[in-house]
């Protein structure tokens, strides 16, 4: 594949250069080396060695902010998607968050011949059957968990709220022990080899467990089984997100939820708001909790602002920038908690609260809590334990 | 299971006060061990990020050893308390990806200790020849 | 960076060492290895790239070849990295575009097959990570011109008198009332018999007249901040209860005083009053009241004879505890040693019979200054036949194993004390080996063996009051096997004097971490380097001198603190000081100003600040920075690194190390 081959698959060369993309890009604002509009015209010019040498072609969230927008049709995620991996074939990477500890980790993940020991936190709390028609993917949470706990992230909540609604649903899905990484972030920073391993690995497994529809709570995982396994692999199975789940079963015998006297908002992931269009129905899962006083942002939907690091790639000043923006917004509403719908989204707000130092910027402090993880605590009587 | 001829590559990462130190000690002492072993001088155990270990198991390592100062001799104070730490929760990724908890081995080692250097080499490169070869490896030579 | 990843040229140089690596490294195919590695502009092999013409020829492809690194594949980067880091510096290439690599010490020396292979993979290693390394510059800091002694012993006394006849401010810190240490509670010291304190006194009030010593006892070193250079350090100034400017010495308190105390000073064997000095000739020559025997302090007021016979009214209860803070360049820690306590060793007797007694105790004994006026007596009588027990808990695998240097000696001279000091005594000597290496150590020994000691060697099994015989009633035994003989023995004497190993202080591990040092496996600190760095330790700018170290005699006490000195006033004297360069950095781009790395630095090196911004960042201050790399690997966006062991150089060796097999 080739740059050329890049601009032709993405529709890059009916760029208008008008600069929509760059108005409407959250790291354009904010640092001025990168611009959506200038990567474009660079690949139509064939500058393909300042492209790909260049940092800032990591920079990009592919938060769809620019592709909504753009009156040329041009798929700009999927140029930069592309380009990265011709970047990577170049050794390049981008600055790798965590020491790029994480991206390591889906890597060796890969292996074929890794034995994961990945369900022990399931305990007698939680109803999983051995075989059945529904999958619940579980995704990296059981790493997240002390990858992130320092920074108060518990990540295997969303899974297990998930599992505490779908058991209240009278559903005791299947959970796969050998179940990979979806291969989000390595597909996003340009690593294809890694990603097809992980993808056909997955596909493999889930076709041996001859499930029919698979449930997911995280909205990366989601968007790439969704969008990007079947350019690969083949998952002859229905997909769904848990907010969609919930939103089809509000009303539903076991679903008993408590009165919840709060006031939230809900912050929409870019992977299951603009990736996938699906606004409403985490919204209708929230309000029809009783008690519950949804409040939107200023920028919500559509226009939703992205948390500010994808694929923990290129995390910088920047994203800190954006991210206290976004968790100032949150504030202004006087919501009493933020409510989203991916992990990331948690563990990037969560991580820009942390402030250990003499001097600290300005105060963002806001519970973050997974909607899953949410609704979960509103199951059930009011004397009923939660795990 | 001792798969055959297999001989298990270690890289340890010792710390330039005190297990480089001893391991220079088995040197002018000279006390054998096993060629298994591959070190990385650092300053610091403290100085080890968790992503070495991963990149060494990437790398087809079988055995990572970290070794640093004994509790209260560090060179910067707690460095390898530090370590100690970080390493605690490095553990539990390892073991959710399956890898036995024997190839991550910390070692205390003080720059006195040049035949406990050696010592703990021989032992770990008999320990990982008995477990075999990382699942973590891509090739299938070793 | 200028340079391109194609301008980088590294030349790798592997040393035979003589046959030290070539004797088990095959070098002519490492070289070849070498050579074929990414970047390597030219892999050389010599018998000695530390010698002259070595390093000439790493000087020389420099030059000639524009090279832009340098591996050298030969021993320990801790012996050599300072001299090939020269080498380059001379070339006009960056000393820290040099990477050692060690195939000799943790190669060579230590695997018989395989070390080829692994040498291989150490110098790929090398090479991958010098192809990184970046050019770093070291940055000078002023130097205090003041330096620190920690320890009124003999050591701590003449390096401070060195020091400050070389024209520097000396801060002496003395935790006893009374400078002098060990060496003051000597009678007479080995090989000249010279009285110990008729050599010491001098020195002592030398130390107090001298314009440039500033003079602190009774009094702790409590906090050491900083780094070499620019040292602070907060001293306890214990209260004496005795204003020092008032008090002339007049001795009345201590006449006048009702309340008595076992003597410090004399092992215990003697008394002291609750105001006292421990010894007449003590400086400053200033009493202290022990709050535990001052009954005026435990009983609230009542006494006070010493507040209504001074008539200086030098008496002062009101006295508190004050810290104090100085500035010093160089420290230098002369805290001396203990001898061990021998009653764990239960066969020898101590504390069970009055009449077996340490080295120190005799010391006392014979002094004329001691409890008995210098008369070797206990409990009145003299002895006429005395046993002298050599390497009580030293040479002994259940206590210190270590030999303890100057017991031989001193037993030798206290055979002749007691031979001048009681008509016809008979002095036993119960050793292992006699250790007499010293300059007149040996003529020493003859003098001894011509006055007529008997010398059996022999280590004893246990000394008994358990008489076999009538010669042995009343008597203590000496129980051995006389191996010379090959028969065993039964020694009955008056007198046991065991020769106790010297010991690290019981308070070793806290001196140690309050001075940032380290201790050897022995409990004594440890020194930089065995052979060629005596007196540096592993934290620059502090020293150790004297039995601190090790246990050593007071020759080589003395030699090692004039070496403390020098070390001192070397440092003092260039005025400045080169910072670590490898420090951390922050690229404020990356930065979060999370302040994780402000929380998890022990040195108070990083500091997240606004500096007008919304969001604070992250800068290092680099005179306090170590380059322990904790706050790098604190770091959630890599914003940290550490110079000259960044990410980047580090996976690159991980990588290049798997990349030969085993």
């Known amino acids: ?387 | ?142 | 960076m200028a340079e391109s990843k194609n301008d980088v040229k590294i030349g790798v140089y592997v040393c035979h060492c003589g046959s030290n690596i070539a004797g088990t490294v095959d070098v002519e195919d490492l070289t070849a290895f070498a050579q074929e590695q990414g970047s390597v502009a030219v892999a050389r092999n010599y018998k000695f790239m530390c010698s002259e013409p070595g390093q000439a020829l790493i000087k020389k492809d420099i030059e000639e070849l524009g090279l832009n690194r340098v591996v050298v594949a030969s021993c320990s980067p801790r012996m050599h990295e300072p001299t090939f880091r020269r080498v380059c510096e001379d070339a006009n290439l960056n000393p820290y575009q040099l990477d050692m690599c060690n195939i000799r010490e943790q190669c060579s020396w230590v695997h018989k097959n395989g070390a080829t292979a692994k040498a291989k993979a150490l110098v790929s290693a090398a090479i991958a990570r010098a192809f990184y390394l970046e050019a770093l510059e070291t940055r000078e800091v002023p130097v205090t011109s003041a330096v620190l002694v920690v320890g009124g012993g003999i050591a701590g006394i003449q390096a401070a008198l060195k020091v400050a006849d070389g024209g520097r401010k000396v801060y002496l810190v003395e935790r006893e009332p009374s400078i002098g240490g060990h060496m003051i509670q000597l009678d007479k010291t080995f090989p000249t018999l010279d009285c110990s304190a008729c050599i010491s006194t001098p020195k002592m009030a030398a130390v107090k007249s001298h314009p440039d010593i500033e003079l602190m006892t009774y009094s702790e070193v409590v906090d050491v901040q900083g780094f070499v250079g620019n040292f602070r350090v907060t001293i306890r100034r214990k209260p004496r209860y005795v204003d020092e400017s008032l008090c002339t010495g007049c001795g009345i308190c201590q006449e006048k005083c009702p309340w008595k105390a076992e003597s410090e000073f004399d092992c215990g064997l003697g008394q002291r009053k609750a105001i006292y000095t421990p010894f007449p000739q003590a400086v400053p020559n200033v009493p202290v009241i022990d709050p535990e025997h001052c009954v005026y302090i435990l009983k609230d007021g009542k006494c006070g004879a010493c507040l209504k016979f001074c008539e200086r009214g030098a008496v002062d209860f009101s006295q508190t505890e004050k810290m104090v803070e100085i500035e010093v360049g160089a420290i230098i820690v002369a805290t001396g040693y203990d001898l061990m306590d021998p009653s764990a060793i239960t066969r020898l007797g101590y504390k069970r019979f009055p009449n077996v007694i340490t080295s120190l105790e005799f010391e006392r004994l014979c002094s004329a200054t001691g409890p008995t006026g210098g008369h070797i007596t206990v409990n009145g009588k003299e002895p006429k036949s005395v046993a002298i027990i050599h390497c009580v808990g030293s040479r002994d695998e259940k206590y210190h194993t270590y030999c303890s240097r100057v017991c031989c000696m001193y037993a030798l001279k206290f055979a002749h004390l007691i031979g001048e000091k009681i008509e016809g005594a008979q002095v036993y000597q119960f050793y292992i080996d006699m250790r007499c290496y010293g300059k007149g150590f040996e003529d020493f020994y003859q003098r001894a063996s011509s006055e007529g000691v008997t010398f059996v060697r022999g280590r004893p099994a246990q000394v008994t009051d358990f008489a076999m015989s009538p010669e042995e009633k009343g008597k203590l035994v000496v129980v051995c096997e006389n191996t010379l003989l090959g028969r065993p023995m039964r020694v009955p004497v008056d007198m046991v004097i065991l020769c106790p190993a010297m010991e690290a202080r019981a308070d070793a591990k806290e001196v140690a971490r309050l001075f940032n040092l380290s201790q050897s496996a022995d409990g004594f600190l440890l020194e930089r380097h065995a052979k060629l760095e005596p007196v540096a330790t592993a934290n620059d700018g502090v020293f150790i001198v004297g039995c601190v170290q090790g246990p050593k005699d007071i020759p080589d006490t003395v030699a090692q603190a004039l070496a403390g000195a020098a070390e001192a006033l070397s440092l003092i004297d260039r005025g400045s000081v080169k910072l670590e360069a490898a420090t951390a950095t922050v690229n404020e781009a990356l930065c979060h100003g999370c302040g994780r790395c402000e929380e998890i630095c022990e040195f108070h090196a990083p500091m997240v600040r606004l500096n007008g911004r919304l969001i604070p960042v992250s800068s290092i201050n680099e005179a306090l920075c170590k380059g322990c790399g904790a706050c790098a690997v604190a770091c959630p966006t890599g914003a940290i690194s550490i110079r000259h062991f960044t990410l980047q150089q580090i996976l690159a060796e991980v990588e290049a190390l798997s990349g030969v097999p085993v």
């Open chain 2, 1 to 142: 299971m001792n798969v055959n001829g297999f001989e298990p590559k270690i890289v340890a990462f010792t710390c330039n006060w005190c297990s480089y130190a001893a391991a220079d000690l088995a040197g002018t002492s000279r006390i054998h061990y096993p060629p298994n072993v591959r070190i990385i001088r650092v300053m610091c155990s403290g100085m080890v990020d968790p992503v070495y270990v991963l990149k060494a198991f990437e790398a087809g390592f079988d055995g990572v050893l970290i070794a640093g100062c004994h509790i209260g001799d560090c060179h910067y104070l707690s460095g390898n308390v530090k370590a100690q730490d970080r390493i605690a929760t490095l553990r539990r990724l390892l073991h959710t990806l399956g890898l036995e908890d024997e190839r991550l081995r910390l070692e205390w080692i003080s720059a006195a200790e040049g035949s406990g250097f050696a010592e703990t080499i021989k032992e770990y490169v008999g320990q990982l020849k008995q477990l075999g070869p990382s699942p973590c490896r891509r090739e299938a030579t070793a």
């Open chain 1, 1 to 387: 594949m080739t740059l050329q081959d890049v601009v032709k698959e993405t529709r890059a060369f009916y760029c208008l250069e008008c600069g929509k993309c760059s108005g409407s890009c959250p790291i354009s604002r904010h640092n001025p080396a990168y611009s959506p509009r200038v990567m474009v015209e660079n690949a139509l010019m064939g500058l393909e060695n300042d492209l790909v040498h260049a940092r800032e072609l990591f920079s990009c969230l592919t938060c769809y902010a620019c592709h909504l927008r753009c009156p040329s049709d041009v798929d700009y995620p999927l140029f930069i998607q592309k380009t990265r991996a011709l970047a990577s074939t170049q050794g390049e990477h981008g600055d790798c968050a965590h020491s790029g500890s994480l991206q390591s980790l889906a890597r060796l993940m890969a292996n074929p011949a890794i034995k994961q020991r990945r369900l022990e936190w399931l305990s007698n709390g939680y109803r999983a059957a051995a075989q059945g028609d529904v999958l619940f993917f579980v995704g990296c949470a059981p790493y997240f968990e002390p990858f992130f706990e320092d920074i108060g992230v518990n990540a295997l909540q969303p899974a297990k709220g998930s599992l505490k609604i779908l058991n209240s649903l009278g559903i005791e899905p299947v959970l796969l022990e050998d179940e990979k990484c979806c291969g989000h972030d390595l597909l996003w920073t340009g690593d294809t080899r890694g990603f097809k391993e992980l993808a056909e690995h997955n596909a493999a497994i889930i076709k041996k467990a001859g499930v029919k529809k698979i449930v997911f709570s995280c909205a990366e995982c989601y968007r790439t089984f969704k969008e990007d396994y079947p350019k690969h692999v083949s998952i002859d199975c229905e997909l769904q997100h848990i907010s969609e789940l919930l939103s089809d079963s509000m009303d539903k015998e076991g679903l008993r939820l408590r009165e919840v006297k709060k006031k939230v908002t809900y912050h929409d992931p870019c992977r299951l708001g603009r990736h996938l269009g699906i606004y409403e129905p985490p919204r209708n899962v929230l309000q029809a909790i009783p008690g519950i006083e949804l409040v939107e942002m200023a920028r919500n939907k559509e226009d939703s602002l992205c948390c500010a690091t994808s694929a923990f790639t290129n995390c910088d000043a920047c994203s800190k920038q954006i991210r206290v923006e976004r968790l100032l917004e949150a504030k202004y509403t006087g919501a009493e908690v933020l409510i989203t719908s991916c992990p990331k989204c948690q563990i990037h707000f969560k991580c820009a609260m942390v402030s250990k130092g003499k001097e600290k910027g300005p105060d963002v402090e806001i519970p973050v809590m997974d909607l899953a993880e949410f609704v979960a605590s509103a199951l059930g009587a009011e004397d009923e334990q939660q795990e």
